[in-house]
Every structure is written in C-alpha cells, then in structure tokens.
C-alpha cells in the first residue's frame, strides 16, 4: 500500500469545510481592503529564488525543491512574494496599473524535517501591496493582518514590529552585530556560526533557545538607524495606535529573507511552542527593482493556514445545508429518481441517493450517518399515485407530498 510522502498532508471531507471557511473569509475581508485575487504557478525558475531570497538563505541553501530539465533548472515555490513581484514585472502591471494590491492562496514547498506546524508542502494565505512606500500603507497591512486573525476567531496572538531601516542602516547592523558576536562565537549553534561568515543579521533569526539567550544580552539599540527611517517607523506606530491595534516593539526582530528592509513583523501564538510563528511579513522597498523593475516600495505577509487551524476555536465540520437522501425502492423508481436529484440540485438544494443496492434499513443508516434532514422515498406505489414519502429526520415525523410540490416543500 501507498503512502503519503513524509511532511505532506491529506486534508480530508471532514476537515476541507474549515479551510473552505478560512479561505472564504480571506477573500471577503481581502476584498474591503480591495485587493484583488492573482494565481501565479507553482513551479518557477530556481534563479528567482536564487536572487530574490539571497544565495545564503537557508531556504535556498537547504530547502529548496529543485527540478532539473536538460538545459532548465526549476522550483516548486518555497514562498509567494518573489512570484508575485515576478508576475507583476511580466505581466506590465507597474505599467498597467502601477500601484496594486493583490493577494494570494495556495501551496508552498520546503525541503525540511517534518515537524508540527512545518510541512514540506504547506499553504499560504498572504497579499503584497506594491507600488508604494507611504508608511499608512504598512499601518494599513499590519493592521489587515489583524482583522483577519480577529475573524478567523484567532485570539491570544501577539503582533512583533520592528524597522530594518534601509540598506545602509542594514549593514550597519550587520557589522555592529558582527563586532558584538565575535568573542561569543564559540558558544553558538553550528548554523549560526556559518550564518556568521555569510550573513550575521540571520543570527537573529535563530530558533535555538541558547542563541537566543546570547542575542537577548547584546543590549544592541536603534543608533544605526537613519533619521528617515526612524521617523517613518514612528508613523507607523502612531498609525496603528490610532487603530487600536495591540503590538510590541522588538528591536532585533528581523526576517530571514535577504529581500526585507524597513518596517517587518511577526505574528506569534504561545500555543505552538518554538515554532510559534502564525504569520510574518515586512517591506521589500527593492525588490522590485532587483528584478528587473522600477525603484517601487512594497510590502506584504503570509500566513501559515495549517498554524492557523492549530490555534483557531473548535469549529464544527458541517459546512451549508444539511443534504435531502433519496431512497428508491426499485428499477422505475431509481430511473425517476435521476430526475428528481436533478430537479433537486439545479433548485440549489443539496441532494444525495444511494448507489451501493442498499436495503430501506441500509439506506435509511446511511442517510443518518450523512446527516440528512430529510429522506425521501420512492417505490411503484408512490409513483403511480405521482407522491413521494418525505420523512424529517430530526423528529421522524414524515407525510405524503406529491411530486410535483417536493422542490417547493423542501424549500420552506
């Protein structure tokens, strides 16, 4: 027997009505924000990643799915914002539309260890809004982000802001921290201490309990910071004060993607222990231009949907209206049967019968075990004297109705 590859899941029956959910009200609140729906592929150049995340990321150093043709080396995409930065440049939206505000749902790919909360295959819910580089715009994506947790009905989360500054002030945190790192180095994690040859800022990004001890006692501030920077981050707090939206300034919050600059943030929730991230997100002012654009600001988020489901309430699996079951006793009735499901479903009532030759007692279990309001049942008699049997499953009472009023009776 097959089995599903490790880090992958089968979202079954039972569970798809609460990601229906989550992805339904995902599109209704993107929509007042008026961001509008893209589906870029999953599969793109390698070199994308390549340049857009930085050669030393770890998703690209370790895991990256990578496919290779003859001449082409692809990817199954390990994040959304470089594709949709990548779709947007090819498709002239900074020349067709210039400013737009786009979202997306779909699919991710991560070579790692399998764990709770991080698969090898695993969904995203996010947008990007590009083309600008007002600090409202943050306030407004901050604070989208937690509109959307508010109606996932997600509580207990905590917002983490901070401002990178810009590239300059970026690599004057680098060289500060390497400066504050050098004697401590010996007592890092074996992947910080080759982050530290490649990329220190990524230091600060460590899971490791004990690195993360020794980053919290560097007492680094904000001086590398430039005065712009520093002003547009107070905005942005000021704008999400003015909002009422909850958060806690970090200051050597950062994120591991060579892309981000500016204001980033991350959405925590105690319940998933180390891996505690539900969602993450920041400014990527140059990103666009690193592709090949024009010097557009931008800024966006993503969030895990398989973290969000671990930390939402209980929610019941039933999804819309609860089905009609049709029982036909015999070849006619099964025959008259095909219409009325027919008749049934193009009304917009949700229908089903049985296919496997059950009895009337098996037929009726399987319509409980459906969760059917109504049964109907069919034989010869009914058929001649042109009714139906309709019986209530919730309190067993049931009655003759013709026919021709079915549609009619089940919709009241």
Same mark, same amino acid.
């Given at each position: 027997?097959?089995?599903?590859?490790?880090?992958?899941?089968?979202?079954?029956?039972?569970?798809?009505?609460?990601?229906?959910?989550?992805?339904?009200?995902?599109?209704?609140?993107?929509?007042?924000?008026?961001?509008?729906?893209?589906?870029?592929?999953?599969?793109?150049?390698?070199?994308?990643?390549?340049?857009?995340?930085?050669?030393?990321?770890?998703?690209?150093?370790?895991?990256?799915?990578?496919?290779?043709?003859?001449?082409?080396?692809?990817?199954?995409?390990?994040?959304?914002?470089?594709?949709?930065?990548?779709?947007?440049?090819?498709?002239?939206?900074?020349?067709?539309?210039?400013?737009?505000?786009?979202?997306?749902?779909?699919?991710?790919?991560?070579?790692?260890?399998?764990?709770?909360?991080?698969?090898?295959?695993?969904?995203?819910?996010?947008?990007?809004?590009?083309?600008?580089?007002?600090?409202?715009?943050?306030?407004?994506?901050?604070? /989208?982000? =937690?509109? #959307?947790? *508010?109606?996932?009905?997600?509580?207990?989360?905590?917002? %983490?802001? &901070? @401002? $990178?500054?810009?590239?300059?002030?970026?690599?004057?945190?680098?060289?500060?921290?390497?400066?504050? /790192?050098? =004697?401590? #180095?010996? *007592?890092?994690?074996?992947?910080?201490?080759?982050?530290? %040859?490649? &990329? @220190? $800022?990524?230091?600060?990004?460590?899971?490791?309990?004990?690195?993360?001890?020794?980053?919290?006692? /560097?007492?680094?501030?904000?001086?590398?910071?430039?005065?712009?920077?520093?002003?547009?981050?107070?905005?942005?707090?000021?704008?999400?004060?003015?909002?009422?939206?909850?958060?806690?300034?970090?200051?050597?919050?950062?994120?591991?993607?060579?892309?981000?600059?500016?204001?980033?943030?991350?959405?925590?929730?105690?319940?998933?222990?180390?891996?505690?991230?539900?969602?993450?997100?920041?400014?990527?002012?140059?990103?666009?231009?690193?592709?090949?654009?024009?010097?557009?600001?931008?800024?966006?988020?993503?969030?895990?949907?398989?973290?969000?489901?671990?930390?939402?309430?209980?929610?019941?699996?039933?999804?819309?209206?609860?089905?009609?079951?049709?029982?036909?006793?015999?070849?006619?009735?099964?025959?008259?049967?095909?219409?009325?499901?027919?008749?049934?479903?193009?009304?917009?009532?949700?229908?089903?019968?049985?296919?496997?030759?059950?009895?009337?007692?098996?037929?009726?279990?399987?319509?409980?075990?459906?969760?059917?309001?109504?049964?109907?049942?069919?034989?010869?008699?009914?058929?001649?004297?042109?009714?139906?049997?309709?019986?209530?499953?919730?309190?067993?009472?049931?009655?003759?109705?013709?026919?021709?009023?079915?549609?009619?009776?089940?919709?009241?």
């Amino acid at each position: 027997m097959f089995k599903r590859v490790p880090g992958t899941k089968d979202i079954l029956p039972e569970e798809a009505p609460l990601w229906l959910k989550l992805e339904e009200t995902s599109r209704a609140i993107f929509s007042l924000y008026n961001f509008k729906e893209i589906r870029p592929p999953m599969l793109e150049e390698e070199s994308l990643f390549n340049r857009s995340l930085g050669e030393s990321a770890e998703i690209v150093q370790k895991q990256m799915f990578v496919i290779k043709n003859k001449e082409d080396v692809y990817a199954l995409r390990p994040e959304g914002t470089a594709s949709i930065v990548r779709a947007y440049l090819e498709n002239n939206l900074d020349k067709t539309a210039g400013f737009s505000k786009l979202y997306y749902i779909g699919p991710m790919f991560r070579l790692e260890r399998p764990q709770k909360g991080r698969l090898r295959q695993f969904h995203h819910i996010g947008c990007e809004a590009i083309g600008s580089q007002d600090a409202d715009l943050d306030v407004e994506v901050i604070s /989208l982000a =937690d509109y #959307l947790l *508010k109606a996932y009905e997600i509580s207990g989360y905590n917002i %983490k802001i &901070n @401002t $990178l500054g810009c590239p300059k002030d970026k690599s004057e945190l680098n060289s500060v921290l390497h400066k504050a /790192l050098k =004697d401590k #180095l010996p *007592k890092l994690c074996d992947d910080c201490k080759d982050r530290f %040859k490649k &990329n @220190t $800022l990524r230091i600060l990004d460590c899971k490791n309990e004990s690195c993360k001890e020794i980053i919290k006692d /560097l007492r680094i501030g904000d001086s590398h910071i430039c005065p712009e920077c520093k002003e547009h981050f107070a905005k942005v707090r000021g704008g999400l004060d003015a909002l009422g939206v909850s958060y806690e300034v970090v200051p050597l919050l950062v994120r591991g993607l060579d892309y981000y600059n500016g204001t980033v943030f991350e959405i925590t929730h105690p319940d998933l222990g180390s891996q505690d991230a539900i969602g993450a997100g920041g400014r990527y002012n140059h990103l666009v231009k690193e592709l090949g654009g024009p010097e557009f600001g931008a800024i966006g988020f993503a969030f895990g949907v398989e973290r969000l489901l671990l930390v939402a309430k209980p929610q019941s699996s039933s999804s819309g209206q609860k089905p009609v079951y049709l029982i036909t006793l015999g070849e006619e009735a099964k025959k008259a049967g095909l219409k009325i499901l027919s008749q049934l479903r193009q009304a917009g009532i949700p229908c089903d019968t049985d296919y496997e030759g059950k009895s009337l007692k098996g037929a009726m279990r399987k319509a409980n075990d459906l969760g059917a309001k109504y049964v109907l049942i069919l034989g010869d008699n009914e058929i001649k004297s042109g009714t139906v049997t309709l019986k209530n499953m919730e309190n067993s009472e049931q009655k003759e109705v013709m026919l021709a009023d079915i549609t009619k009776e089940l919709k009241c």
